[in-house]
């Protein structure tokens, strides 16, 4: 079945330091790629997402890369902030309407 | 636009009582999900509505657990009799047809410790 693999942290960081957390997928045919994000006491949130391999999703300064060939679909931050201190989740899904299947979620702490 | 609301967003009950959880959608969303959300752990689907037809339930313990969306609008998910590891978050979402992918949006959350 399909399945979704991540950096399981914590991580600490200092604030601007680059950020990579590393999201590998395992599914059959072509999935559409997601990074959820989930702020101290909020419910999940979007952060980016791409649909087809090679596109890029970004937002809020966070960018990830649909790599087919990889099976991956990392997310890169070039300098994070304490306010992105948060869990991260990667998940899959495949089809219209279909379920999201997340990996276990990495902590991200950011100290000033 | 208002987001999912989802209440309550905090209940302890003690094990083999039953609990309920309420969803309500964003507006115009016809598909409703349920996932269980276990700590240290990644979401998984419980369920999935399209409208008030049930899409998948392969992972609900059907034992335990019901959920129903009468009107194709609110939903309720019911544990009766609640075990030890039922303690998580509920997570409630619903999603719009995004030019060819769904777009999940997440409430808050129903927290249940079971005691």
């Known amino acids: 079945g399909n399945s979704v693999t991540q950096m399981e942290g914590p991580v600490t960081l200092s604030e601007e330091a680059f950020l990579t957390i590393n999201c590998t997928y395992t599914?059959?045919?072509?999935?559409?790629l997601f990074w959820y994000v989930q702020y101290p006491g909020e419910g999940l949130q979007l952060l980016l997402k791409?649909?087809?391999?090679?596109d890029k999703g970004s937002n809020k300064g966070f960018e990830a890369t649909y790599r087919k060939e990889t099976t991956s679909f990392h997310l890169e931050k070039g300098s994070v902030q304490v306010s992105d201190s948060a869990v991260y989740f990667c998940?899959?899904?495949?089809?219209?309407?279909?379920?999201?299947?997340f990996g276990k979620g990495m902590k991200l702490t950011v100290n000033p | 636009e208002a987001g999912v609301a989802q209440s309550p967003r905090y209940k302890i009950i003690e094990k083999r009582q039953s609990v309920a959880f309420w969803c309500n959608p964003i507006?115009?969303?016809?598909?409703l999900y349920w996932y269980q959300q276990i700590l240290g752990q990644g979401p998984k689907l419980l369920i999935q509505?399209?409208?008030?037809?049930?899409?998948?339930d392969s992972q609900l313990p059907k034992d335990r657990f019901s959920a129903e969306r009468l009107k194709g609008v609110d939903s309720t998910l019911k544990i009766q009799p609640a075990k030890l590891e039922d303690s998580a978050v509920y997570l409630c979402?619903?999603?719009?047809?995004?030019?060819?992918?769904?777009?999940?949006?997440f409430g808050p959350g129903t927290r249940l410790t079971v005691l």
């Open positions: 998940a899959l899904s495949q089809g219209g309407s279909e379920k999201l299947v």
């Open positions: 509505f399209q409208n008030n037809g049930v899409v998948d």
């Open positions: 791409a649909t087809k391999a090679d």
């Open positions: 507006s115009g969303h016809a598909t």
């Open positions: 979402a619903s999603s719009s047809w995004d030019g060819g992918t769904d777009t999940q949006y």
């Open positions: 599914a059959t045919g072509y999935p559409s």
